[in-house]
């Protein structure tokens, strides 16, 4: 089976193969978060939505044509290595076209999905390349109510409310009164390393870049930690002994109620869907013990109306003013 699927876009064909490799471009419209290799043999490693990651290699890299094969992690249907991406763009009087064919997929159902995904995503490299805002994506909220697809969604919401602030705002005041953006950043992207030695792979964060290139990175290899542990079982924390489950819940946690205070402090809009928040609130009830409402780890509950929204309710949680 193959999909055969085209977009019209209005930059250069240059401009438009930068969008289809350079990771911070892939970010802002396809994937969340991910590593690439440029090169013929290099592979790629794309969290493109919670729960879902592809994995191929480059066979062919030329002026405007990308070859890799394609598959999805755990995946016994398409999985790593079973099929081929084609991507040309060919230049033309208004900017360039973008044809993308997908080969080797085994029935009409993995067409289907496949055509739907990529013609998801070929519309909102149009967007992105039409407005520079492809959006918030729909295919990067959680689908599943879990600890590791609510972490790899939260992501996501933090990582674009970093890139709309950009390398700025270093200075800011956050909600947090011991914290400026550049405080908060440092802060989040221990814990991020922390979190993954908790999981059993250690790993120090990259200085370079910016905080949202840093915090994809981090964020990343948390997450992936977390799905290569499981949540079964003890891990050792700052505290002693915990439970898996309760570790991992501390990631989303952590991402989205900074992303929150990113956000506040720099006046930039966050987009976090009601089931994201409403699950995150519920981890959240499990994370934090009356004895750590200390004003220094968190304050008391900050009481909130009826018509309060679900990210509102999970950030008042907190101690937190929305």
């Known amino acids: 089976m193959t999909v055969d699927v085209s977009v019209q876009v209005p930059t250069s064909a240059e401009e438009t193969y930068a969008w289809l490799t350079e990771p911070a471009r892939l970010r802002r419209w396809q994937i969340i978060a991910g590593s690439t290799e440029l090169r013929v043999g290099g592979e790629f490693r794309w969290l493109i939505a919670p729960g879902h990651t592809a994995l191929g ?157 840093r915090v994809a990175d981090a964020g990343l290899r948390a997450t992936e930690a977390w799905r290569a542990r499981g949540l079964d079982g003890m891990v050792t924390s700052r505290v002693g002994e915990i439970p898996a489950e309760l570790g991992a819940s501390i990631l989303s946690v952590e991402l989205l109620v900074h992303a929150w205070d990113f956000a506040t402090a720099t006046g930039v809009a966050i987009a976090a869907d009601d089931k994201l928040s409403a699950y995150v609130r519920e981890l959240a009830g499990t994370l934090i013990a009356p004895q750590m409402r200390d004003g220094d780890q968190f304050a008391a509950e900050v ?14 949680y907190t101690g937190r003013a929305a």
């Open 57 to 213: 290699a480059f066979t062919a890299i030329e002026p405007g044509r990308l070859v890799s094969t394609w598959g999805w992690e755990n995946n016994e249907e398409v999985p790593p290595g079973s099929s081929t991406v084609e991507l040309t763009v060919e230049p033309n009087a208004d900017g360039a076209t973008v044809r993308l064919v997908h080969e080797g997929l085994l029935s009409d159902a993995q067409a289907k999905g496949h055509t739907e995904g990529w013609e998801h995503f070929l519309q909102r490299l149009k967007a992105v390349t039409t407005t520079g805002d492809a959006g918030p994506d729909e295919f990067s909220a959680m689908s599943e109510e879990n600890r590791l697809d609510a972490a790899e969604a939260s992501l996501a919401v933090c990582l674009r409310v970093l890139r709309a602030i950009g390398a700025d705002h270093g200075t800011d005041q956050t909600p947090c009164a011991k914290f400026t953006v550049d405080d908060l950043l440092e802060h989040l992207l221990g814990s991020l390393v922390a979190l993954g030695g908790m999981a059993g792979r250690p790993f120090e964060a990259t200085t370079a870049g910016t905080p949202e290139e």
């Open 303 to 316: 009481p909130v109306g009826p018509d309060a929204g679900t990210l509102e309710k999970l950030i008042a």
